[in-house]
Structures are given as C-alpha cells and as structure tokens.
C-alpha cells in the first residue's frame, strides 16, 4: 500500500551525477572541444589555403629576395 505522503503531483527530484557520469561527461566535453578545434583549423587552413591555379608564389630559402 502506498503512502500518503509519497508526492505525486509536482517535479521529481532528480540523483546528482556520480563520479562514472562526471567523468563520462568530461570525455565527451574534451572530445566535442577537440574536434572543434580540429574542425575550425581545417576550416582556417581551407579559407586560407592559396588557390590551385595560383602557382606564381614559390617559397624556399632565398624566397626574401628579389629574382627579378
């Protein structure tokens, strides 16, 4: 039989994470933030990568100076 002061109406309260889930949680942060940041250098490098057809620019050891 159920009791009279059991609450049936209303929020339940919810446990705290423990430890495992904390954890758990943190990994999934780190991994999100890392392929972040990995999605966001691609995304840099891609914009600015020079074009194909841009084959004018050559560097090297001597790039500093005049060929011309």
């Known amino acids: 039989m159920r009791s009279s002061f059991t ?3 209303g929020l339940r309260l919810t446990r705290s994470p423990n430890a495992r889930d904390q954890a758990a949680r943190w990994r999934l942060v780190a991994a999100a933030a890392f392929i972040g ?7 840099l490098g891609a914009i600015t990568a020079p074009s194909a057809g ?5 560097t090297g050891p ?6 011309e």
């Open 7 to 9: 609450a049936t109406t």
């Open 54 to 58: 841009d084959q004018t620019a050559r």
């Open 37 to 43: 940041l990995a999605l966001a250098g691609g995304l």
């Open 62 to 67: 001597f790039s500093y100076f005049p060929s």
